[in-house]
């Protein structure tokens, strides 16, 4: 038996005599017919066997062939629209090349716990399967949007010389005797970058090691960066909205079997167009001051929003839940901001930046801002938040030399994934999540 | 002044009045007419102001003006064959955004310790320049080749629980109280998700911790890596094949004037196609032992070739200098490669394995091969190299359930940027290069 065909490309096949490869999904049986559903991850095939129509072995072995068993069948493809993808096989001929015994992942529920211990396994069922076939679709849109607009990728360092803004949530490292520290943005290096190339982005790794166990939070994410010289607020705001918007409709378009196996209300999704609600932070605050708000918030028992701090899960929840696309909070309290954003000329209390925070109360994706491109004041607010100089001479030169305006953002790749797949919990946006108390597999 | 034009795009504006912001990359000047080189990030422009078309004002600030300040000129476009790009900007009106004095990097020649410490500035330059954006066009060329053919991402982790093949070249970081490792590839995670996706791939930073200074070695790299469930060795040396001529027909195709200014031979890259040399591990070390060859490496002081060992950078070198193609040397011993490649079955001292060896002297650029897919002749490996076996428990799981023939490789993504820019040194095929002396900046 040679030349195999992909599941997903069974179509052109119908009425063929086809090689199928890959691994038994289910199986179950009625009277004198046996279906397998076999997987090679490009879909899910059904496969009939017909007592009368194969061999007494080849019958046998459909009824006691293991879950995950590999194997290949071969036989006719015809059509049936109960059937998952429309199409069948009419098994012929079965060959198991290696038999599963007691796989550990049956179809009962398993807790979250035993699932990421096994998640080297989990990822062969169809709920992952799809989520990350989505983030596959997601990482891939968004290459090709910065591709397709003429940004230059700068990978940044993952070693980091500098505890720039305390080490507290750093990972640190020896470095031959020197201490590194992982990386929790490229932003710094993509502001360089910008005044050579226009416009640039990074997407790689980043890492946060904060103590929450929170379903937000995760130690290593991926996070998307772009930067752009001569850009300044309004700008980075649309390239935000443009940004989004091409990706919630590349999953649309290429993840819809993936969307249904996750049951995601996708008219949720399809009502994501420009423009995105804008609000100013001052005008969220005061939706959030309301005493009705106050009282469910005191309900729930979440912290209340003070006025002048940065909002909590449930203020992001209060702030999106009528809204059918996302929202993008503007001029934030510059003192809770980082000292790197520039302040709005107009009102030096608010920096020019901003949140976008996706509906349904999946919270924010992403959060951006113009930056200080005057060299003193960059300086003078390095002072004021007492770090470390020296550390960021290179920084500074950056605005000595034919400084512009320029602005930029950071989208977490995994929130994106889990507000389009309608999954609540970030660590099934990743391949093999690593979270405070889960470095395994 | 609304409306800027980028000079990439200048060819549909001839005879047109347009805005250009930049920075400036070079003046000069010749009786009453002087040039300012405008740079943008998208290319080239050669401004030229006739000091009987401009005011006196503007006249002087064009003999003035410092290397790398920030402007914004607006004049006519012209045709100008002798001009980069091919056309000039006859200029109207010149606005200076921000005056850089003394810029550090001047035309003269700079060594290479001082162009790294400066390396945020040294980006605008135009070697570094053409170089990053080759980069640019490779990363999404690998993306796009894995992409189209079905290959599903899966983003690897960066921390790995267990030292696998010894700590003496990881980088180690305190997990929560735990030791954990940063990661040297991610292969071990992709075994898995190719039973889950049939075909896979990551490409993120991979670590190594060596205390190495020469010129092919870097502490953080970019590394590609596919991963093929049912794929056998022939496979993989095709998948290695078809990847390297896309990636090099999309820099002849999309680098033409990035590798003009690196002065690369561009013959040397047109002739780069299927099939690639191959030989065998066998073959090449019988052209290592000719007593010609050993001469040659006694007398330039290169360690002479051990039958049965690894090649070095002179073997190298000799094996690919008079090909025009790449060579593949599969079947290596057994015991020098990893303890997961796959013995061939015809001789088990033999590998199923392929090293990828650029030509003109640039090393190997790939290292894959068929993986052991028997679980009880992987745990006999793991044991003979007294590897840790808790630790590869998971990994043994793999062939528990429904395991099948598989493999794949690692490609080094700076090794062909620097093979395709035609320069020696990996530091300069990165974005922020990490060496031992080198955190900064």
Redesign the interface.
């Known amino acids: 038996m040679k030349g195999?065909t992909?599941i997903?490309d069974l179509a052109s096949s119908e009425g063929k005599e086809v090689l199928v490869?890959?691994?038994?999904y289910a199986k179950r049986e009625s009277g004198k017919i046996r279906f397998l559903v076999v997987r090679?991850?490009?879909g899910y095939l059904q496969v009939v066997a017909f007592a009368k129509e194969v061999s007494p072995e080849v019958f046998a072995a459909c009824g006691t062939v293991g879950q995950?068993?590999?194997?290949e069948v071969r036989g006719i493809i015809r059509r049936e629209p109960r059937a998952p993808g429309g199409f069948e096989m009419g098994l012929k001929e079965l060959r198991i090349?290696?038999s599963?015994v007691d796989?550990p992942l049956t179809p009962k529920e398993h807790g979250p716990e035993f699932l990421l211990d096994?998640?080297?396994?989990w990822?062969?069922s169809s709920r992952?399967?799809a989520l990350?076939?989505i983030?596959?679709e997601i990482?891939?849109g968004v290459?090709d949007f910065f591709?397709d607009r003429?940004f230059?990728?700068?990978?940044?360092?993952?070693?980091?010389?500098a505890a720039c803004e305390g080490t507290s949530t750093l990972?640190?490292?020896?470095?031959?005797g020197?201490k590194?520290y992982?990386t929790q943005s490229g932003q710094l290096?993509l502001e360089?970058?910008?005044?050579?190339?226009?416009?640039v982005y990074c997407f790689?790794?980043t890492?946060r090691?904060e103590?929450s166990k929170t379903r937000r939070h995760l130690?290593?994410f991926?996070m998307v960066e772009p930067e752009v010289?001569?850009a300044e607020l309004p700008e980075i705001l649309e390239l935000a909205e443009d940004l989004v918007c091409s990706l919630v409709a590349r999953a649309l378009d290429r993840n819809r079997e993936d969307l249904k196996v996750l049951e995601r209300d996708t008219s949720r999704l399809e009502k994501i167009s420009k423009p995105f609600h804008r609000m100013t932070y001052d005008e969220a605050a005061k939706i959030l001051e309301d005493p009705a708000i106050r009282a469910r918030s005191d309900a729930q028992g979440a912290p209340p929003f003070t006025p002048g701090g940065d909002f909590g899960g449930f203020d992001e929840t209060v702030l999106t839940e009528n809204l059918d696309r996302p929202a993008m909070v503007t001029h934030y309290p510059t003192d809770i901001k980082a000292f790197y954003m520039q302040p709005d000329p107009a009102n030096p209390s608010r920096a020019l930046c901003v949140d976008v925070l996706a509906p349904e109360g999946y919270g924010e994706i992403i959060g951006g801002s113009q930056r200080i491109h005057d060299h003193d004041l960059l300086l003078a607010r390095i002072r004021e938040h007492q770090l470390p100089e020296e550390a960021f001479k290179?920084?500074l030169?950056?605005r000595?030399?034919?400084?512009?305006p320029h602005g930029g953002f950071g989208m977490g790749v995994e929130r994106v994934v889990s507000w389009l797949g309608g999954v609540k919990h970030l660590r099934e946006a990743?391949?093999?999540p690593?979270m405070?108390?889960r470095?395994?597999?």
């Not at 995950?68 to 194997?71: D, F, G, K, P, R």
């Not at 360089?192 to 416009?199: I, N």
């Not at 000595?400 to 512009?404: A, H, L, N």
Request: proline letters at 8%; glycine letters at 6%.
């Open positions: 195999h992909d997903r490869r890959g691994w038994l090679d991850g490009t995950e068993s590999s194997l090349l290696h599963a796989y096994h998640r080297h396994l990822l062969r992952p399967h990350l076939r983030r596959n990482c891939q290459r591709y003429g230059v990728l700068i990978d940044s360092p993952m070693f980091t010389p990972f640190e490292t020896d470095y031959f020197e590194a992982l290096y360089p970058a910008c005044m050579a190339f226009g416009k790689g790794p890492f090691a103590k130690t290593e991926w010289a001569f290179w920084y030169e950056i000595k030399y034919g400084t512009v990743i391949p093999y690593r405070l108390h470095l395994y597999p």
